[in-house]
């Protein structure tokens, strides 16, 4: 029988296929793909306070470069604060947003078998003042990171004199394109960690995300 519920979750389902398919197309075409929404404001603002209590309670720690075993605090490259996430014993907060992540990550491996077998997240603060300079995610030292991903968990507020856009570099017919993507609310940005340098330009108000990457074998 077709309940209204049956009705809902299908739209639902078509909605975000339809999305996931668009993330794909725009991965194939040019390697990186900006989605409006991903997560609704009311979806934001729970992470954003979840994000600024762990703040005030310090839990975050000054973010290096290199990898896990092998980090380097280097204030000149990057400024911002950051807490790993731990699916396994996250709150309500972080399980809406593995909820969303998990959807998206089973899509990827059934349609395009992008076998992503691993993934890893942390909250992030830039406060005003910092950035992060033109870097590749590999650069981490981690070559199974396949695709970057940042959702932006400003208030709705936020507008393009706070600084603090990402900046993404192409090349198109050989010749440096830059991308320019303002870190507004809700937004997600997807692409390739080995492929794209990128660069988190100075902010001038406290920016909060929460970034991470999907990783093969
Ligand atoms: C990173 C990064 C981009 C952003 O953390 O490696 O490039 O927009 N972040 O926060
Ligand atoms: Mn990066």
């Known amino acids: 029988m077709l309940t209204t519920d049956t009705v809902l979750f299908e739209q639902l389902e078509f909605k975000e296929n339809a999305q996931y398919e668009a993330i794909i197309s725009d991965l194939i075409d040019k390697k990186y793909s900006i989605i409006d929404g991903f997560f609704d404001m009311v979806e934001v603002d729970f992470l954003r306070e979840t994000l600024r209590k762990k703040y005030e309670e310090d839990n975050f720690k000054k973010a290096a470069i290199g990898n896990r075993t092998n980090e380097v605090v280097e204030k000149s490259i990057r400024g911002d604060f950051i807490l790993w996430i731990n699916e396994a014993d996250g709150g309500e907060a972080e399980r809406i947003y593995f909820s969303k992540i998990n959807s998206l990550v089973e899509y990827l491996n059934r349609t395009c078998f ?47 004199e706070n600084g603090g856009e990402l900046t993404i570099y192409t090349n198109e017919y050989g010749e440096e394109k830059q991308i320019d993507i303002y870190p507004f609310p809700g937004r997600v940005v997807i692409f390739e960690s080995q492929e794209l340098e990128h660069e988190v330009k100075p902010v001038k108000v406290p920016r909060f995300s929460i970034t991470g990457w999907l990783k093969t074998r």
């Open 114 to 160: 992008m076998g992503i077998l691993h993934k890893e997240f942390h909250y992030t603060v830039y406060p005003e003042g910092t950035y992060y300079k033109r870097h590749l995610d590999t650069f981490q030292n981690d070559g199974r990171r396949k695709l970057s991903m940042v959702c932006y968990l400003n208030n709705e507020n936020w507008k393009p």
